[in-house]
């Protein structure tokens, strides 16, 4: 039998309504829970906290749906599916405030779906000849007993922009993502089959309303953490994304725990812009984490990561988090929000001047010569960057792949290529480049331009790096989320214009209109936004001994995907180009993760 309880943290497994699922159950031990269909066979299982799962039932016992995560409770008691006619599809609509999981049974057909970000994704396998889901890959991995996908593992050596195929995917064989447009149906013969339940919304609305939009998606978002019952905390950088959070969730006169981490970098005035915010928050508890006492980067690096499905994507920054995580929970938090996902969703696609040009071509000239005199663009670039964009994605990912070259990594402007770091190996492009031909030749989504296609990878790969510090935070008793990153919120910023989420003249122009009236206006004027590059180098350095430990017996190595002499000899001499801090923070993640999914 297979013995899932090393898989710390919340999963659940989701079975077709079939006789063989019966027979998967048995395979396991030491499931705590489960829910059966109507007919006796196994539904939901695996584990969870109870505050987090909600299930409903029809009057019938016929139908049944439920959501895992932090949810409006008001609107999922709403009886929109327990009272209607069962049809699955309805549920298209069906969008609360929040972030979870939604599963949903009528009896006969079971739906499973996580949210657009992929921050929730669910994962899908044959298993005994039938389709069985879940929302953790490796809990799917093991049942199946697959090992790790090792094309999968060469494309996060990526050093590329704007690639889907690395966001959320699957880091095992035989085990595929859900689209995150998608939901999964499972049906009564065993087999699923996919359902498109969202497009990209039209980006039509002018300021005040696309405002008033995120204004309310926002607050509601926040107030779902607010009456979650758990004591609730929040960053408190001094970037606007975090202080709107505060704001919010101060409306409700309830004592908020905030979060600052002081000065870290050279040049960095976060600090005084969360000590302004304060100054206006009612009912505050401000805990501070100086500079000294933050671990280096990759402090941690000899020890065991806590087990995750995936790579981390912030490996260097494991003992930053932890020690964030144990000075909220220290403080009685539960609940920690932060302000992730906010550039992203804010903001939107780098491509949107290009596009503007189609509907509003006088706008888009304002705006280029704008950019052109603030960001310092040369014409070359700007007629680079129309060029490299007048093909659709599948077109230009063909192209892409095709130009993967591995490189030293001193070029900042090499656009027209994927770049893979120094250490990289022929048989690792070569996997690579199989994966993004296979992805061109597959790919099907609807294309509604790069300013769309941009807007949703940053969201995911935001979303991606995000989940990286949910087992930290897990594992010192301390649940952590983005509202930025919901559903609600996520489409509330994407139904503005591009001219409204974006423009030369002003920071986050569509949150400082969202805003009018909850955050000072001192706040909401800031313009600087900080950046760790000298944190980043200072790590590399005092680490270098730890880095270079990590290179012997490499198991990337025994993939063929690295020349490990390479890579110890570029973290012994610290001659280090602009993209080679994160190119080894990618490539350590990836071993370490390796080292640690090998039972000892």
């Given amino acids: 039998m297979l013995d899932v309880a090393r898989f710390v943290g919340e999963w659940v497994v989701i079975l077709p309504d079939h006789p063989k699922a019966a027979q998967i159950v048995k395979e396991l031990s030491n499931v705590e829970q489960r829910i059966n269909y109507p007919s006796g066979n196994p539904w939901l299982l695996g584990q969870w906290d109870s505050s987090d799962f909600d299930l409903r039932i029809s009057p ?30 309805s549920l298209d609509t069906f969008r609360p405030a929040g972030c979870f999981h939604l599963f949903a ?27 069985i889901a879940a929302t953790r890959s490796d809990v799917l991995a093991a ?11 060469a494309l996060r050596l990526l050093i590329s922009e704007h690639v889907l195929t690395t966001l959320n995917a699957a880091m095992w064989e035989k085990v595929t993502t859900v689209k995150h447009d998608f939901a999964l149906f499972l049906s009564t013969n065993g087999k699923g089959h996919m359902h498109r339940r969202w497009d990209v919304p039209a980006a039509d609305l002018g300021a ?19 009456n979650s019952g758990k004591k609730l905390s929040s960053d408190l950088s001094g970037g606007l994304d975090s202080t709107t959070l505060c704001f919010l969730a101060s409306q409700g006169n309830v004592p908020l725990t905030t979060m600052t981490l002081l000065e870290c970098d050279i040049g960095d005035d976060d600090p005084f812009w969360a000590d302004v915010a304060a ?41 930053a988090f932890r020690l964030l995580a144990q000075t909220v929970r220290k403080s009685g938090s539960e609940l920690h929000m932060t302000g992730d996902g906010g550039d992203e969703t804010l903001m939107g696609g780098a491509s949107g001047i290009l596009e503007m040009f189609r509907k509003r071509p006088l706008t888009a000239m304002r705006y280029r010569h704008a950019y052109r005199a603030f960001e310092h663009w040369r014409w070359r670039d700007v007629f680079m960057h129309a060029w490299d964009k007048r093909s659709q994605y599948p077109e230009w990912l063909k192209k892409r792949a095709a130009s993967i070259q591995i490189s030293p990594l001193e070029n900042q402007d090499e656009e027209n290529v994927i770049q893979m770091p120094p ?3 022929k048989h690792a492009v070569e996997l690579i480049r199989d994966k993004l031909f ?23 790969q935001s979303a991606y790096m995000f989940r990286s510090s949910i087992p930290i935070y897990r594992d010192e008793g301390v649940q952590i989320t983005a509202p930025f990153l919901d559903d609600n919120v996520m489409e509330a910023c994407m139904r503005a214009s591009t001219h409204v989420r974006n ?38 350095r005092a680490n270098a001994e730890k880095l270079v430990a990590l290179c012997e017996n490499s198991f990337l190595e025994e993939l063929g995907l690295i020349d490990s002499k390479i890579l110890r000899g570029i973290c012994t001499t610290q001659n280090l180009s602009v993209f080679m801090p994160y190119a080894i923070s990618i490539s350590m993640s990836c071993e370490r993760w390796l080292r640690d999914i090998v039972p000892n």
């Fill in 60 to 89: 019938d016992s016929m139908k049944q749906i439920a959501v895992l995560g932090l949810v409006d409770k008001k609107s999922f008691a709403s009886e929109v599916f327990t009272q209607g006619n069962g049809d699955l599809h």
């Fill in 105 to 131: 049974s009528n009896g006969e057909i079971s739906r499973v779906q996580g949210t657009l970000s992929g921050l929730r994704s669910i994962y899908q396998a044959e298993h005994q000849g039938i389709t």
């Fill in 143 to 153: 049942i199946i007993g697959t090992s790790v996908d090792v094309g999968q593992l």
């Fill in 208 to 226: 005040k309303e696309a405002g008033l939009l995120l204004r309310d998606a926002l607050s509601e978002a926040v107030k779902v953490r607010s």
């Fill in 279 to 319: 100054s206006h928050l009612p009912n505050l508890n401000r805990l501070k984490v100086a500079e000294d006492d933050m671990p280096l980067h990759y402090s941690d690096l000899e020890n065991p990561a806590p087990l995750s499905e995936e790579p981390y994507s912030c490996l260097e920054n494991i003992g």
């Fill in 423 to 425: 250490w990289a190996t």
């Fill in 438 to 460: 296979e992805e061109a030749e597959t790919y099907s989504d609807p294309w509604r331009g790069w300013t769309a296609h941009h807007t949703v990878w940053g969201i995911r």
């Fill in 503 to 540: 423009n030369p003249w002003s920071y986050k122009p569509l949150l400082q209109e969202a805003m009018q009236g909850i955050v000072p206006q001192e706040n909401l004027s800031r313009t600087t936004k900080s950046e760790g590059s000298n944190i980043e180098y200072q790590g590399l």
